[in-house]
């Protein structure tokens, strides 16, 4: 199992960014897939989770109306769209199966939201 997640960057607060996050080692098509973040000496915290064919979404409050998830089934991919980006959105952010949080987890991409 592999997560490459990509796309983060240095932003201006109200900027926004596209990530992106190539998965392998399992079917991708029948798994739900989620966002997380964690930034410096907080605990990792779900962003926001997308059902196997998309159908499904749920955002964590923090985000809600700002970020979107999809995805790709043909390409094995999963995105999150991040709009009106503000400070306390800096993490580095990790895409991932919610069902198996024990597997290995990615480098994941910084992401900082700074004048």
């Known amino acids: 199992v592999q997560f490459v997640e990509s796309g983060g960057g240095l932003v201006q607060p109200g900027g926004s960014l596209r990530l992106s996050c190539a998965a392998s080692?399992?079917?991708?098509?029948?798994?739900?897939m989620g966002w997380y973040r964690q930034a410096p000496g907080k605990a990792r915290e779900a962003v926001a989770h997308i059902s196997s064919f998309g159908a499904g979404t749920y955002y964590v409050d923090s985000v809600k109306g700002r970020f979107a998830i999809s995805r790709d089934n043909a390409k094995n991919a999963v995105y999150l769209q991040m709009n009106s980006l503000e400070p306390d959105d800096t993490a580095v952010y990790y895409c991932?199966?919610?069902?198996?949080?024990?597997?290995?987890w990615g480098q994941g991409t910084q992401v900082t939201v700074s004048s």
């Open positions: 991932h199966r919610p069902a198996y949080p024990n597997q290995s």
């Open positions: 080692g399992f079917t991708f098509s029948s798994s739900a």
